[in-house]
């Protein structure tokens, strides 16, 4: 089973910058790709990109293109959202999430559903003030 737990969230002000990491345990076992969503209470899962752990190639969503970076480091299982240039708008809960497959921006309907539910973090919450 892929267990994730992300970290990194914060309180900054509109134009800085934040980095989120999330480790995704046993996910070298799999064939699964990991992404970045993000939900505020009430609202549906907004995917915000994802990773081909294979191609290495990376999807986002339009609203974060060229101001968030996602990264991976292999050897470490570990995800990265390097986040910049934040708005008011990006102020949400992250959740790292283990996905089917990463072919373009992350939809809820990819994540993985294990045994006990989701492959999804506990999320991470982030606030931008303006």
């Known amino acids: 089973q892929v267990q994730l737990v992300e970290s990194g969230g914060g309180a900054v002000q509109a134009g800085g910058s934040l980095r989120l990491s999330c480790t995704a345990s046993n996910l070298y076992a799999t064939r699964f790709d990991i992404a970045w969503f993000r939900q505020a209470p009430g609202k549906e899962r907004e995917g915000v990109s994802c990773?081909?752990?294979?191609?290495?190639?990376?999807y986002y969503a339009d609203n974060v293109k060229g101001r968030f970076t996602m990264s991976m480091d292999n050897a470490e299982n570990t995800a990265y959202l390097q986040m910049n240039d934040l708005k008011p708008e990006d102020t949400d809960v992250y959740y790292c999430?283990?996905?089917?497959?990463?072919?373009?921006?992350?939809?809820?309907?990819?994540?993985?559903?294990?045994?006990?539910?989701?492959?999804w973090g506990q999320g991470t919450q982030v606030t931008i003030s303006s």
């Open positions: 999430a283990a996905l089917i497959q990463c072919t373009a921006a992350p939809t809820p309907e990819l994540i993985v559903h294990g045994e006990f539910g989701d492959y």
């Open positions: 990773i081909n752990r294979k191609s290495g190639h990376l």
